[in-house]
Nanobody
């Protein structure tokens, strides 16, 4: 099965930046859209961003548009989420996710999830 591993989380001050990575440790992400989700304490999980298998299509939740940028390097089977101008509201555990069979970007359930990486933004 596909295994996803997130990295890059940590503590950052408001206005700062972090870059998250989502890498496939087994098999490839080449033919799959990859989504980033986050869950903050006391809140439901929400979709943050998604990138199509080729990288040609990208989507973002309104609250991060203009601040976050998703990209991918299929040769490395890695998807990135560059987070700039971070706000305390961005504090959450961030997960990347993929489908067993590529279904494009969507905000619903996925078949594979990483373990999550904690992002904390201090004010």
């Amino acid at each position: 099965q596909l295994q996803l591993v997130e990295s890059g989380g940590g503590l950052v001050q408001a206005g700062g930046s972090l870059r998250l990575s989502c890498a496939a440790s087994v098999f490839t992400l080449r033919y799959r859209a990859i989504g980033w989700f986050r869950q903050a304490p006391g809140k439901e999980r929400e979709g943050v961003s998604c990138i199509s298998s080729s990288g040609g299509s990208k989507s973002y939740v309104d609250t991060v548009k203009g601040r976050f940028t998703i990209s991918r390097d299929n040769a490395k089977s890695t998807v990135y989420l560059q987070m700039n101008s971070m706000k305390p509201e961005d504090t959450a555990v961030y997960y990347c996710a993929a489908d067993r069979i590529n279904r494009g970007c969507h905000g619903g359930e996925h078949d594979y999830w990483g373990q999550g990486t904690q992002v904390t933004v201090s004010s």
